[in-house]
């Protein structure tokens, strides 16, 4: 098993560009989530999905975009990236059944000029 | 106030030592509690869940203190592998949007 991966590791973008950071999990979880982390601050939560075809908005979803293609797969998009949005990105997956286990993705390291 | 604080450290101990780190959090509904690891430019890792009774898993003891609204995580006889980020985490439970994670506790352990 794969566990949470996540694709690009690595992006570097250009004020007002767009891009898709996607992430596909393994372990059957129904539950998916968007992080990102900046230095002092901990994780954030961007946007969730408690399930297959349902999405819901976290902390700090402004400029960001989601789709639950399917049980597996999680994408966030940025529509027009902007220098605040520089962050490591990690996508986690979450057991169910009361534990509230979450499994995270390697992360990308996302930079906006 | 933030939802959950914890002491950024860095906490810097000899291999053996023992270390405590404490987390606060603010909302008294909050129901799950976790400790994950993070290693440096890595993804946070689960280290234990923390239950009323508290818990221990090896040299890693974890204590949940309601009254006061904290939960603490012991380190015993400390290796130089457990140098890492500790993050606290609280989650209210049914309420998937309201996982709050801590900025994290560094701990480094020297030889």
């Known amino acids: 098993n794969a566990g949470v991966t996540q694709t690009p590791k690595f992006q570097v973008l250009k004020t007002g560009q767009s891009m898709t950071l996607q992430c596909a999990q393994d372990?059957?979880?129904?539950?998916m989530y968007w992080y990102r982390q900046d230095p002092g601050m901990g994780l954030r939560l961007i946007y969730y999905?408690?399930?297959?075809?349902?999405?819901d908005k976290g902390e700090v979803p402004n400029g960001y975009n989601v789709s639950r293609l399917n049980k597996r797969e999680f994408s966030l998009r940025l529509e027009s990236a902007a220098p605040s949005q520089t962050s490591v990105y990690f996508c986690?997956?979450?057991?169910?059944?009361?534990?509230?286990?979450?499994?995270f993705g390697p992360g990308t390291r996302l930079t906006v000029l | 106030r933030k939802e959950v604080e914890q002491d950024p450290g860095p906490f810097n101990v000899p291999e053996g030592a023992t270390v405590a780190f404490n987390c606060t959090y603010s909302n008294s509904a909050s129901q799950s509690f976790f400790w994950y690891r993070q290693d440096c430019r890595k993804e946070p890792k689960l280290l234990m869940s923390v239950y009323s009774s508290g818990n221990e898993d090896g040299r890693f003891t974890a204590q949940l203190n309601r009254a006061s609204q904290y939960i603490s995580l012991l380190i015993r006889d400390s290796k130089l592998s457990d140098s890492a980020t500790y993050l606290c985490?609280?989650?209210?439970?049914?309420?998937?949007?309201?996982?709050?994670f801590g900025s994290g506790t560094r701990l480094s352990i020297r030889p």
């Open positions: 999905s408690a399930s297959e075809g349902t999405t």
């Open positions: 985490v609280v989650n209210i439970e049914g309420s998937a949007s309201k996982i709050i």
């Open positions: 372990m059957n979880h129904n539950s």
């Open positions: 986690a997956s979450e057991t169910s059944g009361g534990t509230n286990e979450q499994f």
